[in-house]
């Protein structure tokens, strides 16, 4: 683990099971970037599997708002990581240049609060390139 690692930030849940709850993420409060996009993935197959793409650029904090989701990530140092999303109130902090496969159990949905808008050419779409990128910073 490296500051060029992914983690887990837990924010509160306000509220109680009657109520229900209410969780906020706030620059520069509790999370680490401005947010220039957000985006949300739904209604995907039970083990529908995602992602392989690394990004250049981006910082992203990632929820499963609803359901189960599971990263396998690997950072620029090579370190692989495994990491449940099923809490609402815990977001996974990805710094650039990390590898992730995401896989959807069933019903989930991924929320991406992301620090710049979307630029197809600011994505690594291919594991080799990924690696070799490594080799170089
Ligand atoms: P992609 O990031 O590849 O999703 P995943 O890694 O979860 O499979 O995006 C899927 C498609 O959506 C791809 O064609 C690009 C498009 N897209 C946008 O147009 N804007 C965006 O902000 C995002 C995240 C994706």
């Avoid at 449940?84 to 815990?90: C, G, R, S």
């Amino acid at each position: 683990m490296s500051e060029f690692s992914p983690y887990l930030i837990e924010f509160k849940s306000i509220g109680s099971s009657t109520l229900g709850f209410i969780t906020i993420a706030e620059y520069p409060m509790n999370i680490p970037f401005k947010i220039k996009r957000v985006y949300w993935i739904y209604d995907t197959p039970s083990n529908q599997e995602r992602g392989f793409h690394a990004h250049k650029e981006l910082n992203q904090l990632i929820f499963a708002v609803s359901g189960k989701i599971l990263f396998n990530t690997e950072d620029r140092n090579g370190v692989k990581q495994q990491y449940t999303l099923d809490k609402p109130n815990v977001g996974l902090f990805i710094p650039p240049l990390v590898w992730r496969q995401i896989v959807f159990e069933e019903n989930s949905v991924l929320l991406c609060l992301a620090s710049e808008i979307y630029i197809e050419e600011e994505y690594i779409r291919d594991y080799n390139e990924f690696k070799k990128i490594n080799q170089i910073i």
